[in-house]
């Protein structure tokens, strides 16, 4: 459900606005090793963060970042065989598949989502690093503004820029990618 209604936020906020889009480098990810996951963040910077204009990359959208609850990180173990789920996932859309009904409107029937084999998530800084079968090496490197923030989770979800980034994905590097704040269901 969360998935959903994040999926059909995104949609409803994303805008015809282009990015430049610069070529990058985009080696294999390594192999998650010990000590490639790691938490340090004492506030709750759990939801979705989701951009505020569109970020392209091929025919790929970039939907969102979940970012789950501090349980969540403590439970995970690593990407395992099977595994749909780590505390920090971004989505993508491939925006040129069919529209579906959803029970929260339309949405794109073809989504990537990527989970990581490396990620750091501190109070000031989100670091995200996986791999897709759609997209290749996918790196996310954002500075999160914790009083915008603080701001958005007294609003539930205020349209002001929480996180400022750098995304790579299919060896391409977009840069200023801005994203606000969404608790979710």
């Not at 480098?25 to 938490?39: E, L």
């Not at 391409?172 to 840069?175: A, E, L």
């Given at each position: 459900?969360?998935?959903?209604?994040?999926?059909?936020?995104?949609?409803?906020?994303?805008?015809?606005?282009?990015r430049?889009?610069?070529?990058g480098?985009?080696?294999?990810?390594?192999?998650?090793?010990?000590?490639?996951?790691?938490?340090t963040?004492?506030s709750?910077?759990?939801?979705?963060?989701?951009p505020?204009?569109?970020v392209?990359i091929?025919k790929w959208?970039?939907?969102h970042?979940f970012?789950g609850?501090?349980?969540?990180?403590?439970?995970?173990k690593?990407?395992?065989?099977?595994?749909t789920?780590?505390p920090?996932?971004?989505?993508?859309?491939?925006a040129?598949?069919?529209?579906?009904?959803t029970?929260?409107?339309?949405?794109?029937?073809?989504?990537?989502?990527?989970?990581?084999?490396?990620?750091?998530?501190?109070?000031?800084?989100l670091?995200?690093?996986?791999?897709?079968a759609?997209?290749?090496?996918?790196?996310?490197e954002?500075?999160i503004?914790q009083?915008?923030?603080?701001?958005?989770r007294?609003?539930l979800?205020?349209e002001?820029?929480?996180v400022?980034?750098a995304?790579t994905?299919?060896g391409?590097?977009?840069?200023d990618?801005?994203l606000?704040?969404?608790?979710?269901d």
């Open positions: 459900m969360r998935h959903l209604i994040g999926l059909a936020a995104g949609l409803l906020i994303l805008t015809g606005c282009d430049s889009v610069a070529p480098d985009a080696p294999a990810a390594p192999a998650p090793t010990a000590g490639a996951f790691s938490h963040a004492t709750d910077l759990s939801g979705y963060y989701m505020v204009s569109e392209r091929g959208v970039f939907d970042i970012v609850q501090a349980f969540e990180f403590e439970a995970w690593g990407v395992e065989s099977g595994t789920f780590a920090v996932m971004l989505q993508f859309d491939d040129t598949s069919p529209m579906v009904q029970e929260l409107g339309e949405a794109r029937s073809v989504t990537a989502r990527v989970l990581p084999t490396r990620y750091a998530v501190a109070e000031d800084r670091v995200f690093e996986g791999t897709s759609e997209l290749g090496v996918v790196r996310f954002g500075r503004d009083g915008a923030l603080a701001t958005s007294r609003n979800g205020d002001g820029v929480v400022t980034g995304l994905a299919a391409q590097t977009v840069r990618v801005r606000r704040w969404w608790m979710g």
